[in-house]
């Protein structure tokens, strides 16, 4: 069992990549790619859970939010500059792209059958193994 989710967090890592150049995120951020990671959580021996890990701005490319503006440059007036005469923020031209939110679904659904399938046969057999016949003789 254990060896089917690894390789399921494999494959699953590699179509997040799949996403990302997709949306084409991958000309500006070759870094959110390579910090995609898959770890596994055990709990005596079994896999508890699994934890995909990569930056965090990979969460508001996926959601199209962010003003563009960078942490710490309130004082050089970058936040000013980020609007218009007006006061709104200026459009730059965020769109979202569900790189993550789609692909994670799409791969918990696969995840579920693969584990539902995997537990069927493995209770199917030991049921089988569990089963015992005996013969009752009659009296005549």
Do not use: C, H
Not at 75 to 82: D, I, Q, T
């Amino acid at each position: 069992m254990d060896a089917a989710v690894q390789g399921w967090a494999n494959v699953a890592i590699d179509r997040f990549k799949e996403a990302l150049k997709k949306e084409g995120v991958e000309e500006f951020s070759r870094d959110l790619i390579n910090s995609l990671l898959a770890e596994t959580v055990r709990n005596g021996g079994d896999i508890e859970k699994v934890i995909f890990k990569f930056k965090g701005y990979g969460r508001f490319i996926d959601m199209g939010v962010g003003r563009g503006v960078a942490t710490g440059k309130r004082g050089s007036n970058s936040f000013a500059k980020s609007r218009r005469d007006d006061g709104k923020l200026k459009n730059y031209g965020r769109k979202v792209k569900p790189w993550y939110s789609k692909t994670k679904t799409r791969e918990v659904a696969i995840l579920r059958q693969l584990l539902v399938t995997q537990y069927q046969v493995q209770t199917l057999a030991e049921l089988e193994d569990g089963l015992t016949f005996t013969t009752i003789e009659t009296l005549s």
